[in-house]
C-alpha cells in the first residue's frame, strides 16, 4: 500500500498557472493507477485526471481539458498536475489518490488510498 502527500496548492489570480505535486511513499508504486479529483465544501468530490500505471492513458472531466496535465515519474514516485489558466471555478481542496488497477476510472469510490488534499484558490 503507498501512502500519498500532495504539495503546490496556492492562492493565485485567474488566468495564472501552478502545478500540484503528489509523492509516494511505500511499494509497487508504478503498478497503480493515479488520479486528481477536487471538492468545495459542501458538494462531492470530482474527478478531474488520471493517468495510467505507465502514463500511456490519461483521462481529464471536460471542464479542464486543454488547461491541465496530468504526468507521473515512476522513478521518483511522484505524479503531477499542470494547471494552467486557471479560472475561479477551479477553486477547491485538491486530492491525489491510487487505485491498484490497470483502468484508468472516474468514480471515486475505486480508490482505495488518498492524500490529506490541497488548498487551491482563484481569484478573479
Known amino acids: 500500500q503507498v501512502q500519498l502527500v500532495e504539495s503546490g496548492g496556492s492562492l493565485v489570480q485567474a488566468g495564472g498557472s501552478l502545478r500540484l505535486s503528489c509523492a509516494a511513499s511505500?511499494?509497487?508504486?508504478?503498478?497503480?493507477?493515479m488520479a486528481w479529483f477536487r471538492q468545495v465544501a459542501g458538494k462531492e468530490r470530482e474527478f478531474v485526471a488520471a493517468i495510467s500505471w505507465s502514463g500511456g492513458r490519461t483521462d481529464y472531466v471536460d471542464s479542464v481539458k486543454g488547461r491541465f496535465t496530468i504526468s507521473r515519474d515512476n522513478a521518483k514516485t511522484t505524479v503531477y498536475l499542470q494547471m494552467n489558466n486557471l479560472k475561479p471555478e477551479d477553486t477547491a481542496v485538491y486530492y491525489c489518490?491510487?487505485?491498484?488497477?490497470?483502468?484508468?476510472?472516474?468514480?471515486?469510490?475505486?480508490?482505495?488510498?488518498w492524500g490529506q488534499g490541497t488548498q487551491v484558490t482563484v481569484s478573479s
Open positions: 511505500g511499494r509497487a508504486f508504478s503498478i497503480y493507477t
Open positions: 489518490a491510487a487505485d491498484r488497477s490497470w483502468i484508468v476510472r472516474k468514480n471515486p469510490d475505486e480508490y482505495g488510498v
